[in-house]
């Protein structure tokens, strides 16, 4: 788990920081349909995925991305969150 503070991710999550998590591709399954996907490329060619419909911050996508994680915004998950901080970015 991470918060990052950079002006890009606070603004994409209207807050002082984005709290996202990373898993490997094979442990991550979308629960509805993704065609209410939408992209916003950033100035520095990161991708930032939300849905069309409510607006919420969905995947965030850097620009030198393998395929193998992928890293999504904790705010959307249902559960508890039962992992622990491992770094603040503060760019």
Do not use: P, Y
């Given at each position: 788990?991470?918060?990052?503070?950079?002006?890009?991710?606070?603004?994409?999550?209207g807050?002082a920081?984005?709290?996202?998590?990373?898993?490997?591709?094979?442990?991550?399954?979308?629960?509805?349909e993704k065609s209410?996907l939408?992209?916003?490329?950033?100035v520095?060619?990161t991708h930032?995925?939300?849905c069309?419909?409510?607006?919420?911050?969905?995947i965030?996508?850097?620009?030198?991305?393998?395929?193998?994680?992928?890293e999504f915004?904790?705010g959307?998950?249902?559960?508890e969150?039962?992992?622990?901080?491992?770094?603040?970015?503060?760019?």
């Amino acid at each position: 788990m991470a918060h990052c503070h950079c002006s890009m991710c606070r603004k994409f999550h209207g807050a002082a920081f984005a709290k996202l998590g990373e898993v490997k591709v094979d442990d991550f399954r979308w629960m509805n349909e993704k065609s209410h996907l939408k992209t916003f490329l950033g100035v520095n060619a990161t991708h930032r995925k939300f849905c069309e419909n409510c607006g919420a911050s969905l995947i965030f996508v850097l620009s030198n991305d393998n395929g193998k994680l992928v890293e999504f915004c904790l705010g959307t998950l249902d559960t508890e969150i039962l992992v622990r901080l491992d770094v603040h970015v503060l760019l």
